[in-house]
């Protein structure tokens, strides 16, 4: 069993920054890979992004590729998404996930998720 919590979440204005973190409980957080979905209102939740359990690896989703970064510190069970230049539609509940197995596909069902932290970007 796996339980996930995130943190970091706020208000920001568009163009700046924001750190999300995701500790871990569990002795096995090392085996997971890891990522984060996300979901707007009266969306969809949707693929951010995943990072292999070594670390060695990494995925993004399109809309995000080039200005968010995963990291994760398996010594402190916890991983991270960066985020710079933010949008207005980055504005989202974010949603911190584990897989048993890395992810193939984007949509793969994760096997744990955390209760979500609110990202709020002000235009």
């Known amino acids: 069993q796996v339980q996930l919590v995130e943190s970091g979440g706020g208000l920001v204005q568009e163009g700046g920054s924001l750190r999300l973190s995701c500790a871990a409980s569990g002795r096995t957080f090392s085996m997971y890979a890891m990522g984060w979905f996300r979901q707007a209102p009266g969306k969809e939740r949707e693929f951010v992004g995943c990072?292999?359990?070594?670390?060695?690896?990494?995925r993004y989703a399109d809309s995000v590729k080039g200005r968010f970064t995963i990291s994760r510190d398996n010594a402190k069970n916890t991983v991270y998404l960066q985020m710079n230049s933010l949008k207005s539609e980055d504005t989202a509940v974010y949603y911190c996930a584990a897989w048993r197995e890395y992810p193939v596909r984007d949509g793969t069902t994760p096997q744990y998720w955390g209760q979500g932290t609110q990202v709020t970007v002000s235009s």
């Open positions: 990072i292999h359990w070594s670390g060695d690896m990494t």
